[in-house]
């Protein structure tokens, strides 16, 4: 199958998911589910990221600063800024695309394998609204929720790391967090995260809605909508970088 | 129709209050004239409830379904049976709208299926319970859930009203205590129940079943091929069975549609299915020597050259 042919498919999918619910408080109910399954399923991962991804930054980039020129204050603003701008939301949705893509693939591809898309298709309910809708919804409310903890569980992992291995005191940090901060970065950040929520959850649903065959292919269409995810989140967390700043 | 309603109504009540004069004579003949083919062309769809219509269906190059035309009658259970490959499962996705025939029409009580919008054919689709091969019920749900899922959907009922609902069907299927389970903790035969619950739980007019008998033993077949003829007799419903197993065509099919390499091959009931001579169909039917062996009996039993009530002693003499 052609790109476009695959390109078209998903775009139609996409628009397919936009109908009226046949009944809203089941679309709810299954919006909170779906909330649940991404959000607190995937904080416990997003928690122990967030915080090594911090203290490791904190330490690495004590070791390069070598500089006595350069006040240690700037370990923080660094840490902070790589954190905010980059790995907060590109490191942790990348993660997520494993974590929360590989769920919806399976489930999906499970659900097609067995029959049960058709059934709700013979009862009369736009699958594609039932299905993808409060999952692609659900995730562009969880994830940048889940960026925004990573964000500051990340700054919070360089101060513990920092000071824990005394590379520089606590006032220190605090005071080159406070210095020179854009607030346009948490936006940028923001935005990268809605936009990989979009990827990570349409991708791995488009994956599984349309898988053929059994057991194997669901395992097949499972890996190759975390690999497409990924590098769409890395190509476009380029292309928003180009645009942004 | 509303419109046959009314006509009626309105014949009815010009007749009954005796003002039939203050109706002129040539309007007045019209009118019942109007009522009587309303009526009968309205008692012919009630009868003729599914029409498929010169359907072609292909894949590529190679054409599965080629120029079938069939009746599925209301209150009858409608077999559509062949051997693998013959086009049974293709033609019944074709009915449900799983699969767009290439050519041909299929009309559900005088509405073209295929003609129809997609918003049209969500309408429909509620009058239509489907059950699946392998079931297809929801695994995150438990049995309970899995049969209020439509009455969820598509009602404004309370939860108790649902419940009671649930109740009903779950009892009418002989299943009980069973509510709280999940699919995967119950047995075959009750997870096809469980999906024929889920299938009439509103009310449908059209019921599907998809080799309702698979992977299922002899005895459990029979139960469920009973359950779904007396549904069918008890809603009054146009029923659709996709089959291999030859107890079903025997025991249930009121209407045959036998399927050879995508063509329709031969129709009938399964009282003329023993005495055709169709060769193809003889051979898919009776295939082995046991059953062939039946089949004689069977004939000589209806043409009552048998004792039906013969003592097997001497015969085995």
Same mark, same amino acid.
């Given at each position: 199958?052609?790109?476009?042919?695959?390109?078209?498919?998903?775009?139609?999918?996409?628009?397919?998911?936009?109908?009226?619910?046949?009944?809203?408080?089941?679309?709810?109910?299954?919006?909170?589910?779906?909330?649940?399954?991404?959000?607190?399923?995937?904080?416990?991962?997003?928690?122990?990221?967030?915080?090594?991804?911090?203290?490791?930054?904190?330490?690495?980039?004590?070791?390069?600063?070598?500089?006595?020129?350069?006040?240690?204050?700037?370990?923080?603003?660094?840490?902070?800024? +790589?954190?905010?701008?980059?790995?907060?939301?590109?490191?942790?949705c990348?993660?997520?695309a494993?974590?929360?893509g590989?769920?919806?693939?399976?489930?999906?591809?499970?659900?097609?394998?067995?029959?049960?898309?058709?059934?709700?298709?013979?009862?009369?309910?736009? +699958?594609?609204?039932?299905?993808?809708?409060?999952?692609?919804?659900?995730?562009?409310?969880?994830?940048?929720?889940?960026?925004?903890?990573?964000?500051?569980?990340?700054?919070?992992?360089?101060?513990?790391?920092?000071?824990?291995?005394?590379?520089?005191?606590?006032?220190?940090?605090?005071?080159?967090?406070?210095?020179?901060?854009?607030?346009?970065?948490?936006?940028?950040?923001? +935005?990268?995260?809605?936009t990989f929520a979009f990827i990570i959850s349409s991708i791995?649903?488009?994956?599984?809605?349309?898988?053929?065959?059994?057991?194997?292919?669901?395992?097949?269409?499972?890996?190759?909508?975390?690999?497409v995810s990924?590098?769409l989140i890395?190509?476009a967390?380029?292309?928003?970088?180009?645009?942004?700043? | 129709?509303?419109?046959?309603?009314?006509?009626?109504?309105?014949?009815?009540?010009?007749?009954?209050?005796?003002?039939?004069?203050?109706?002129?004579?040539?309007?007045?003949?019209?009118?019942?004239?109007? &009522?009587?083919?309303?009526?009968?062309?309205?008692?012919?769809?009630?009868?003729?409830?599914?029409?498929? /219509?010169?359907?072609?269906?292909?894949?590529? =190059?190679?054409?599965?379904?080629?120029?079938?035309?069939?009746?599925?009658?209301?209150? /009858?259970?409608?077999?559509?049976?062949?051997?693998?490959?013959?086009?049974?499962?293709?033609?019944?996705?074709?009915?449900?709208?799983?699969?767009?025939?290439?050519?041909?029409?299929? &009309?559900?009580?005088?509405?073209?299926?295929?003609?129809?919008?997609? #918003?049209?054919? /969500? #309408?429909?689709?509620?009058?239509?319970?489907?059950?699946?091969?392998?079931?297809?019920?929801? *695994?995150?749900?438990?049995?309970?859930?899995?049969?209020?899922?439509?009455? =969820?959907?598509? @009602? /404004?009922?309370?939860?108790?009203?649902?419940?009671?609902?649930?109740?009903? &069907?779950?009892?009418? &299927?002989?299943?009980?205590?069973?509510?709280?389970?999940?699919?995967?903790?119950?047995?075959?035969?009750?997870?096809?129940?469980?999906?024929?619950?889920?299938?009439?739980?509103?009310?449908?007019?059209?019921?599907?079943?998809? #080799?309702?008998?698979?992977?299922?033993?002899?005895? @459990?077949?029979?139960?469920?091929?009973?359950?779904?003829?007396?549904?069918?007799?008890?809603?009054?419903?146009? @029923?659709?069975?996709?089959?291999? *197993?030859?107890?079903?065509?025997?025991?249930?099919?009121?209407?045959?549609?036998?399927?050879?390499?995508?063509?329709? #091959?031969?129709?009938?009931?399964?009282?003329?299915?023993?005495?055709?001579?169709?060769?193809?169909?003889?051979?898919?039917?009776?295939?082995?020597?046991?059953?062939?062996?039946?089949? *004689?009996?069977?004939?000589?039993?209806?043409?009552?050259?048998?004792?039906?009530?013969? =003592?097997?002693?001497?015969?085995?003499?």
């Amino acid at each position: 199958m052609t790109f476009f042919t695959e390109l078209g498919r998903y775009l139609l999918m996409i628009k397919g998911m936009f109908s009226k619910p046949e009944n809203m408080k089941v679309y709810w109910k299954e919006f909170m589910h779906q909330c649940n399954d991404i959000g607190i399923g995937s904080l416990g991962i997003v928690v122990i990221i967030s915080v090594f991804m911090g203290a490791v930054s904190a330490v690495q980039t004590a070791y390069q600063l070598v500089s006595p020129v350069i006040p240690k204050s700037t370990i923080a603003q660094i840490v902070r800024d +790589t954190v905010i701008l980059e790995f907060a939301p590109t490191l942790v949705c990348i993660v997520l695309a494993g974590v929360v893509g590989s769920k919806i693939a399976s489930e999906l591809g499970n659900m097609r394998v067995s029959e049960q898309i058709d059934a709700l298709e013979i009862m009369g309910i736009n +699958t594609k609204a039932y299905l993808i809708m409060p999952k692609v919804a659900a995730a562009l409310v969880v994830i940048p929720m889940l960026v925004v903890i990573s964000g500051v569980l990340g700054i919070w992992g360089g101060r513990l790391a920092g000071v824990a291995s005394g590379i520089l005191s606590a006032a220190e940090y605090d005071k080159g967090l406070l210095a020179s901060f854009f607030a346009y970065n948490v936006f940028f950040a923001l +935005t990268k995260a809605y936009t990989f929520a979009f990827i990570i959850s349409s991708i791995p649903a488009y994956y599984g809605y349309y898988v053929k065959g059994g057991a194997l292919e669901i395992g097949r269409s499972s890996t190759k909508s975390v690999v497409v995810s990924c590098v769409l989140i890395l190509f476009a967390d380029y292309i928003l970088a180009a645009l942004l700043l | 129709m509303q419109i046959i309603y009314w006509l009626l109504y309105y014949y009815n009540n010009n007749n009954e209050a005796g003002s039939g004069a203050a109706i002129e004579q040539p309007l007045r003949r019209t009118l019942q004239q109007l &009522v009587v083919y309303a009526a009968v062309k309205s008692s012919y769809q009630f009868v003729l409830m599914i029409e498929v /219509k010169n359907i072609i269906k292909g894949f590529g =190059d190679k054409i599965v379904i080629n120029d079938v035309t069939a009746t599925m009658q209301t209150g /009858k259970c409608n077999l559509i049976i062949g051997t693998s490959g013959s086009g049974k499962t293709v033609l019944m996705k074709c009915l449900v709208g799983l699969f767009e025939p290439d050519k041909g029409e299929i &009309v559900y009580s005088g509405q073209s299926f295929t003609a129809m919008s997609e #918003e049209e054919r /969500k #309408e429909l689709r509620q009058q239509i319970g489907m059950l699946f091969q392998g079931s297809a019920l929801f *695994d995150s749900m438990t049995v309970e859930q899995n049969v209020m899922f439509p009455l =969820d959907m598509f @009602t /404004k009922w309370s939860f108790p009203e649902k419940l009671k609902r649930v109740n009903e &069907v779950l009892d009418r &299927v002989n299943l009980k205590d069973a509510n709280k389970k999940f699919p995967a903790e119950i047995s075959g035969g009750m997870k096809k129940r469980v999906g024929i619950a889920r299938a009439i739980v509103l009310n449908p007019k059209y019921l599907f079943c998809d #080799e309702p008998n698979s992977g299922l033993d002899p005895q @459990t077949s029979l139960v469920i091929d009973k359950l779904i003829k007396e549904i069918t007799i008890e809603y009054n419903i146009t @029923t659709v069975v996709n089959t291999h *197993d030859m107890n079903s065509v025997m025991e249930i099919g009121d209407n045959i549609l036998y399927m050879y390499q995508g063509q329709k #091959e031969w129709e009938g009931t399964n009282q003329e299915i023993i005495f055709s001579k169709n060769e193809r169909l003889n051979s898919f039917i009776f295939a082995s020597e046991f059953l062939q062996d039946a089949k *004689d009996m069977r004939m000589l039993e209806m043409k009552g050259k048998i004792d039906n009530n013969r =003592d097997m002693d001497d015969m085995m003499k």
